[in-house]
């Protein structure tokens, strides 16, 4: 089972409490020998993921959507973004340098194309700006690609 990751950054406090026990779900659901967890690694749902298909023995592939990408992410998170990248069986590449939405969006098409199924921690509102949640999940289902929604109930985000 080949899982990819998509999802809203900036989630705090109890609503990133039951996220993460959603993702955790979700993960051990389908673990098994053949689990391969597929993200871009970002600080939120993608780190969180990567780190469940790891400890459920799964293997990890790392979506990049720029050379300057990991610069574009909080810095707090560095550590633990190079912590996962090197855990990485594999590291696919849109070959684009800047950081940008469309660089997002571009790797997260790449994601999409490597799923077997796509889980969304999404909260159903449209995108914030270019290549978000909604984008994603819009690109997954145009494609055939099934997804599933991860959201707690009565969650708002702020």
């Known amino acids: 089972m080949r899982l990819g990751i998509t999802g809203h950054r900036g989630l705090t ?10 993702l955790a779900e979700a993960v051990a659901a389908r673990a098994g020998s053949d689990l391969v967890g597929i993200s871009c690694l970002a600080d939120g749902p993608d780190a969180w993921f990567a780190d469940l298909v790891l400890e ?13 990408y990991r610069g574009s992410l ?3 998170h560095h550590e ?8 990485a069986s594999e590291v696919h590449e849109t070959g684009l340098a800047d950081s940008t939405s469309e660089a997002h ?14 889980l969304a ?4 509102l449209p995108a914030r700006g270019y290549g978000g949640t909604a984008d994603v999940v819009a690109y997954a289902e145009h494609n055939g690609l099934p997804v599933q ?5 009565g969650a708002v985000r702020s």
């Not at 109890?14 to 026990?21: D, H, L, N, P, S």
């Not at 459920?56 to 300057?68: D, F, K, N, Q």
């Open 80 to 87: 633990h973004y190079d912590r996962l990248l090197a855990r």
């Open 13 to 22: 406090g109890t609503i990133a409490q039951q996220v993460r026990v959603l």
């Open 121 to 124: 921690v999404w909260d159903g």
């Open 149 to 153: 929604i991860l959201w707690p109930d």
């Open 105 to 118: 969006m571009a790797g997260s098409e790449i994601l999409v194309g490597l799923a077997d199924l796509v």
């Open 56 to 68: 459920h023995g799964g293997r990890l592939e790392a979506v990049i959507p720029a050379s300057g």
């Open 74 to 76: 909080p810095a707090w």
